[in-house]
């Protein structure tokens, strides 16, 4: 049973007011969701950080979205590979060093699906290295910043969280047995939305003022699969895009958008489409599975993302 909050339309940028003087930072801004969430803060007087891996794909998408908003429109981006934990600390010096205020930091960047185990440069399976970890040590990094703005962190999840083992495999993180891409995946991403409801727990506990949030795009025509996905998986979402299944990357940025910005948002919740399979749909409150905020789990996977990435949080 779902409920958008917002109206049968669900949540729409059309309830955005002027963003002039606010600031965004996005992870894996230059194509997709990250993208068009861009977009729509640029066009809303908003100015956005892109924090991206690839030098040439970021002056390409600056120089789309300079073509539609202006030579001057607010937008940058610092050079950040997630699946490198070197890379992700020297990038959160930048932000610190340039950027004084950060209303919303959007953990949106993500592979998804790689079909053959492959380990990154600190030797985590690539999916729970890139989406989890680099995340988890960036929202680290940027935590005073963002507090002293009174700002929030939004965590772009998925529906896959769902689809693997349902919790996290302690004794095997990084699959040395048995991979395979899609539960790899799905506990990436589970890990992510455990990591974001442990640390609203956390910032509870110790009274801060950081406002975190946990939302999904449904599922939306990205270059997500086309990128780290195998031939197969590739050919089966390349089908389903055609489907009305599959929603437009637009929309499927305001899931995050409507997080870094709507006031009055629950806390344990997963926002998202509220339509079909809460694939598609009118945004809003979606379902949540009880196991995706299980508190001894949530506790280890903190106290073991502290450890793998020998970055200690203050709180
Ligand atoms: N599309 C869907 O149906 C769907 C469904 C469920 C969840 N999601 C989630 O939605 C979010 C956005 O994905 P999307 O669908 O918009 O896919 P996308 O178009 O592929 O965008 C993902 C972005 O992440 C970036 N990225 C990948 N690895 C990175 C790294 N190591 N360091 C920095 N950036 C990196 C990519 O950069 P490059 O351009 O350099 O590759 C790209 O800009 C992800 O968190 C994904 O898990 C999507």
Same mark, same amino acid.
């Given at each position: 049973?779902?409920?958008? %909050?917002?109206?049968?339309?669900?949540?729409?940028?059309?309830?955005? /007011?002027?963003?002039?003087?606010?600031?965004?930072?996005?992870?894996?801004? $230059?194509? /997709?969701?990250?993208? %068009?969430?861009? &977009?729509?803060?640029? #066009?809303?007087? #908003?100015?956005?950080?892109?924090?991206?891996?690839?030098?040439?794909?970021?002056?390409?998408?600056?120089?789309?979205?300079? %073509?539609?908003?202006?030579?001057?429109?607010?937008?940058?981006?610092?050079?950040?590979?997630?699946?490198? +934990?070197?890379?992700?600390?020297?990038? #959160?010096?930048?932000?610190?060093?340039?950027?004084?205020?950060?209303?919303?930091?959007? *953990?949106?960047?993500?592979?998804? %699906?790689?079909?053959?185990?492959?380990?990154?440069?600190?030797?985590?399976?690539?999916?729970?290295?890139?989406?989890?970890?680099?995340?988890? +040590?960036? *929202?680290?990094?940027?935590?005073?910043?963002?507090?002293?703005?009174?700002? &929030?962190?939004?965590?772009?999840?998925?529906? /896959?969280?769902?689809?693997?083992?349902?919790?996290?495999?302690?004794?095997?993180? $990084?699959?040395?047995?048995?991979?395979?891409?899609?539960?790899?995946?799905?506990?990436?991403?589970?890990?992510?939305?455990?990591?974001?409801?442990?640390?609203?727990?956390?910032?509870?506990? #110790?009274?801060?003022?950081?406002?975190?949030?946990? *939302?999904?795009?449904?599922?939306?025509?990205?270059?997500?699969?086309?990128?780290?996905?195998?031939?197969?998986?590739?050919?089966?979402?390349?089908?389903?895009?055609?489907?009305?299944?599959?929603?437009?990357?637009?929309?499927?940025?305001?899931?995050?958008? @409507? *997080?870094?910005?709507?006031?009055?948002?629950?806390?344990?919740?997963?926002?998202?489409?509220?339509? &079909? @399979?809460?694939?598609?749909?009118?945004?809003?409150?979606?379902?949540?599975?009880?196991?995706?905020?299980?508190?001894?789990?949530?506790?280890?996977?903190?106290?073991?993302?502290?450890?793998?990435?020998?970055?200690?949080? $203050?709180?």
């Amino acid at each position: 049973m779902t409920d958008t %909050q917002f109206g049968p339309d669900g949540w729409t940028p059309a309830r955005l /007011g002027s963003l002039e003087g606010r600031t965004y930072l996005i992870t894996g801004a $230059n194509s /997709g969701t990250g993208f %068009q969430a861009s &977009r729509i803060f640029l #066009a809303k007087g #908003a100015q956005v950080v892109m924090l991206n891996r690839n030098e040439e794909k970021s002056a390409a998408a600056i120089a789309t979205l300079k %073509q539609e908003f202006g030579a001057d429109a607010p937008v940058s981006f610092i050079r950040m590979d997630l699946s490198d +934990l070197a890379s992700v600390r020297a990038a #959160a010096g930048q932000v610190r060093d340039s950027i004084s205020k950060i209303d919303a930091l959007i *953990c949106n960047a993500a592979i998804a %699906q790689v079909p053959t185990r492959q380990l990154t440069k600190d030797g985590f399976e690539s999916q729970l290295g890139t989406n989890h970890y680099g995340h988890f +040590l960036l *929202c680290g990094e940027l935590f005073e910043t963002i507090e002293k703005s009174a700002g &929030r962190i939004v965590v772009v999840a998925s529906l /896959g969280y769902k689809m693997g083992l349902r919790t996290i495999q302690f004794e095997d993180m $990084n699959w040395g047995r048995n991979y395979k891409a899609n539960p790899a995946y799905s506990q990436s991403k589970l890990a992510q939305m455990m990591f974001a409801y442990e640390l609203q727990d956390r910032i509870a506990a #110790a009274d801060r003022n950081v406002t975190v949030h946990v *939302c999904h795009p449904g599922s939306s025509a990205t270059s997500l699969i086309e990128t780290s996905g195998g031939l197969l998986t590739r050919l089966i979402f390349g089908l389903m895009a055609k489907s009305p299944l599959v929603q437009s990357a637009e929309k499927g940025a305001y899931p995050e958008i @409507m *997080c870094a910005t709507e006031e009055r948002l629950k806390q344990r919740a997963l926002y998202g489409p509220t339509g &079909r @399979m809460e694939w598609v749909g009118p945004v809003g409150e979606g379902t949540l599975e009880s196991f995706a905020h299980d508190k001894s789990v949530m506790k280890k996977l903190w106290d073991r993302s502290e450890r793998e990435t020998g970055y200690h949080w $203050n709180i």
